[in-house]
């Protein structure tokens, strides 16, 4: 058992439906009790450090924790690529991606890079992320013994991919199933990991290869399904091409059966009114990549839309590296906040904090495990300075226990280091109550 003092902020409910005031939970002043990795308790330091008057404390009085970040949408094989140039989706597949994730092929070098990848994901403050993985089964074994060995809440899939792309990446719709399902068997809810099946697109997979993703889905209904939906004009076009029989890009996967409550799509930049509401229904969910879509060109996503209460669909945020700028999620949500200016709408902190915490829980189902400080949730936390650079020292005042702020400062505050931050604002990041990186 042990102890963390500092101020603490989380989120308890959708500040996209209900008052900000009835979601957000501010402790100027808190403990945080954590027994074997799970919150044991969280409140008012002085009312409960006399009932833990032995247990060991770590003090960040003049810091903020806040829950750890959810990264819904990222590919650990892109990490090397990140911020290649000049090139929209389709071209910028073939151009950088394809031959980068050749390499991983090679277990070695697949080890290596899922070594880097989780480093730089706890450095900005990411301790759970939905993961593309490549092609080839060793890559996602590499991948869950580096993040096994961190002890951290991961979920990743082997990419299934039989057409449209190089012959040094394509298998093929029966050998996709037999090794995605001996990686489910394998890794599946081994420790904290979580296994997703993975088609890339559907421009990518025949309708066969889909089939049988859809078949595992139905041998095994608690795995995920994490596919890219409607990212890009041409893309759509594509698909409608490749399946002309279906009545959109969204019903090619739901005639596979992968549109369920436990399937995330990435970007849905070029959604229909009726694909909202197809989502809406099936309760799956959309990761939102702003830094992805605004470097590729792909689009502003309607958030709006996405959080209407008449087509409600599950959001978290994806960073989507390689096509995505930056592994941090303070950036990703500067960017969220941007393209939703740019639609003519607001997206306030706390909503942006929602997003990278409780929203990314809520996309992934796992609400009951991870997104705040509730009573039996497993302890992964980030520390946040708020002051972390000479611009935002002077943007933000000076704050410590003893120098409770009100809501609305705090708003202000996290607002700026939203928009200001980076991975020079994650002061330490704990994975199940155990420091897992510091500045």
């Not at 996209?16 to 957000?24: D, M, N, Q």
């Not at 302890?379 to 704050?399: C, G, H, K, P, Y």
């Amino acid at each position: 058992m042990k102890g963390f003092r500092a101020s603490f902020l989380d989120v308890i409910a959708d500040p996209f439906y209900r008052e900000e005031s009835e979601c957000i939970r501010y402790f100027a002043d808190a403990l945080l009790v954590v027994a074997d990795g799970k919150v044991l308790e969280i409140g008012n330091y002085t009312d409960l450090r006399p009932k833990y008057a032995d247990i060991p404390i770590t003090n960040y009085s003049d810091r903020l924790i806040v829950s750890g970040f959810i990264d819904t949408h990222i590919h650990f094989p892109q990490t090397e690529m990140i911020a290649a140039y000049g090139e929209q989706l389709l071209e910028w597949l073939s151009t950088y991606t394809f031959p980068t994730e050749r390499k991983f092929s090679d277990r070695n070098y697949a080890q290596k890079i899922s070594s880097i990848f989780l480093d730089e994901l706890l450095k900005n403050g990411t301790t759970t992320a939905l993961v593309f993985a490549a092609v080839f089964p060793q890559s996602v074994d590499a991948f869950f013994e580096e993040a096994q060995s961190r002890n951290l809440r991961m979920i990743a899939g082997k990419v299934m991919m039989d057409r449209n792309a190089p012959d040094f990446l394509t298998d093929t719709a029966e050998s996709s199933y037999i090794e995605t399902k001996q990686l489910i068997e394998k890794w599946h809810k081994c420790d904290r990991l979580l296994y997703a099946v993975t088609p890339r697109f559907a421009i990518t997979s025949t309708s066969e290869q889909l089939s049988n993703a859809g078949k595992l889905l139905a041998e095994f209904p608690d795995v995920y399904l994490h596919t890219h939906l409607s990212e890009n004009v041409k893309e759509v076009e594509a698909v409608a091409e490749l399946f002309p029989d279906s009545k959109g890009y969204l019903d090619v996967y739901d005639q596979a059966g992968l549109v369920t409550e436990l399937s995330i799509f990435a970007h849905g930049v070029q959604l229909t009114e009726a694909e909202f509401s197809r989502l809406s229904e099936a309760k799956a969910a959309i990761a939102f990549c702003p830094t992805s879509n605004l470097f590729l060109g792909s689009g502003l996503f309607k958030l709006e839309k996405a959080k209407s209460t008449e087509t409600p669909v599950k959001v978290g945020m994806g960073t989507d590296v390689g096509a995505g700028t930056s592994f941090s999620m303070l950036r990703t949500a500067s960017a969220a906040y941007q393209v939703a200016q740019l639609r003519s709408q607001k997206l306030s902190a706390f909503q942006a904090l929602f997003l990278a915490t409780l929203g990314g829980a809520m996309a992934l189902c796992l609400e009951d495990k991870l997104g705040n400080f509730e009573v039996g949730k497993e302890a992964d936390f980030v520390v946040l300075n708020l002051r972390s650079t000479s611009i935002m020292e002077l943007r933000n005042q000076s704050f410590d226990v003893s120098n409770p702020l009100t809501l609305a400062q705090i708003s202000d505050q996290l607002f700026a280091t939203l928009i200001m931050g980076d991975d020079r604002a994650i002061a330490a990041t704990y994975i199940m109550g155990e420091i897992a990186y510091s500045q």
